[in-house]
């Protein structure tokens, strides 16, 4: 019913920057949060960034001052700046979507993706 899809990922040298883009597509009403939770091997997912509708931002602090998030409502994509990347940025980046409402269902949806690797080298 929700389908999210995210881009942008890639190799880039300690010091770079990448642009993830993360788009939400269905039936969509609207969504509560869209937020990137990277997973690097052998590790838990965990949250590095978050938006809700009305522009409030949490950043976990390991990303302050280097990551930026931000959203497109009517887009109903969200896209994360990460600049001056570290080896330890390393993993798989997925978007999620909290309380997602789509049209007839009355229950809110939560959905990921299929999540976008991020490669830093040192």
């Known amino acids: 019913q929700v389908q999210l899809v995210e881009s942008g990922g890639g190799l880039v040298q300690s010091g770079g920057s990448l642009r993830l883009s993360c788009s939400a597509s269905?039936?969509?009403?609207?969504?509560?949060?869209m937020g990137w939770y990277p997973q690097a091997a052998g590790k838990q997912r965990e949250l590095v960034a978050m938006i809700t509708s009305v522009g409030t931002i949490n950043l976990a602090d390991s990303v302050k001052g280097r990551f930026t998030i931000s959203r497109d409502n009517a887009k109903n994509t969200v896209y994360l700046q990460m600049n001056n990347l570290k080896p330890e940025d390393t993993a798989v980046y997925y978007c999620?979507?909290?309380?997602?409402?789509?049209?007839?269902?009355?229950?809110?949806?939560?959905?990921w993706g299929k999540g976008t690797p991020v490669t830093v080298s040192s």
């Open positions: 269905g039936s969509i009403v609207s969504i509560n949060a």
């Open positions: 999620n979507a909290d309380r997602v409402r789509v049209e007839f269902r009355p229950v809110p949806l939560n959905s």
